[in-house]
């Protein structure tokens, strides 16, 4: 079958980690039998460069024509913050959210789980970790206070600044429709977290997850304020499969929980919407300090790739085999320089691409 | 001298630690020649048991005549939430957030710590903990979500939710020279949390911040994003000296500062505002599960009167006593259950608090 692919190599690393997953796609396509298209497109940085926007009207539409987006990473970094403010035409609402806003993507999926061949880079200790951790967060990714109407006035000579925060009926239904049908082919647990005891949009919420988990017998529903959860990520992280949440929540969450596992650099994401386009993107930034060097970890990209063969293409088989070939170079023993340990053997970034595909 | 405060056991253990914490101040008082005076007054569950609301109008004048409020814990827990919606009328607004807005105590001090003596609890490995860590979450209290406009309406036949976020500059400018003033007596580095590369009130807080920087030239201050600070806290801990932020970021921050530090039950915290009155209460919640066995740990209790010593009464020399004595009893290897490790010795809610009194 033939798909067409957007792909966003973007700033920083995000080309070369972007190159070694066509390249592993390449190989999936030769293998079985599949035509990948790709149409590269400019966003972040190199777009403003090129264009003075983050991402151009041009660029939008031929994203919006693919049947999927394969995005590396966009922004700079300046100091610890993987993206900033510093120039004000490089705002994610030109960029990220606009792209995320305009395909209609309100479900982000991101996995975070114990790697156990690196089981060593996990910040917290053995006893915490207990028997491994493998949660999915599913974050609500076009609602809430990133897209609320917002502004800046002065009040009776005081400068005054408002964000709102809403969430109607219709858009937690179909993101919490997304997480149980998630959870059921998981461990069929879903956490709902929220703040039901101070936001109205929060006790929303809970009643329409609750609604919706009447469709889901089987599945074991629970609610969690959001400090609790932040708690307990750190505390008990084995306790949770599916966490489902609102957008600001799951930015706070989605990242800690990535970190716990020590290996962010190896977690993939997936944003969806009602349609089978997704985009898809690694969970790290665009680690400008480490880009050109051929050193960057192309994994995160490469399960992002095979995010997309699942969730856009219905190519579960063909996921399967991405997702294994992974585990078996890890397992054989290459690491890229970021998750480099002793015994091992250290390869670059092409070589880890050249690995996996030959996995296939 | 006299001083009047005003207690608050509340429920579950709140009773039972908020006894120690008397005893520890009566004995300051009786070495130091001070005296404290209190009236009991009723929040949480034990008043909507009693009058019907969570927060009596009488109590809360109680509170406001006094010169400070020491506070056990309010609410119950239901599964792993410290607080909970189950009954309308038990919701914060009533009560612990009624209680801050009347008290004008837009500035909460949580101390979040390594113990020495507790290494063993804390949740991450050996070699993040580096040096250990010592930081404190000055946190905005009375401002944005938690007290904006909301409201939930039909729109267009949808429910729809809505909470605002507001800050003006002459909030953020008071939380933000607490922040600076703590700074100046630590290790002068102030970290100010945002989402300004999304929130307008993000990037007016941040100028905000970078204007009351310039009084404080010795002060190392530098922004970071939420989602990043959220990871950081589990990366490196030990980069922070002042965590400064608004109201519902500093509530998710703390509460995972306070648990990576192993030592939930050991935090203590302060709410201030621009008198001397100020709330003091234990980071932990109220526990109802192990309530009225007398098995409960009243340090961070002890230690919140220890602030309160400090920070209201200007009582220095007094809190370093109370903190002394807590030192010491750890060193001696007395143990609530919650902290105990092997060779130590096993002691009681009440006998916790004689040990403290004792070594003061
Ligand atoms: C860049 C920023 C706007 C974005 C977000 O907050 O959604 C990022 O942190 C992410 O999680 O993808
Ligand atoms: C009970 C709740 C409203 C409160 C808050 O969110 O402020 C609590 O979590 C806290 O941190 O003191």
Redesign the pocket.
Known sequence: MGFSIALIPGDGIGPEIVAEARKVLDCVGSRYGHEFNYTEILMGGCSIDAYGVPLSDEALAVAKSSDSVLLGAVGGNVGNSRWYDVAPNLRPEAGLLKIRKELGLFANIRPAYLFNELKGACPLKEDIIGDGFDMVIMRELTGGLYFGERHTEEVDGVMTATDTLTYNEEEIRRIAVKAFDIAMKRNKKVISVD?A??LDSSRLWRKVVAEVAKDYPEVEVSNM?V?NCAMQLVMNPGQFDVILTENMFGDILSDEASMITGSIGMLSSASLGSSKLGLYEPSHGSAPDIAGKNIANPIATILSAAMMLRYSFDLDKEADAVEAAVKKVLKDGYRTIDIMDEGMTQVSTSQMGDLIADNI
């Open positions: 703040k005891n101070v304020l400090d």
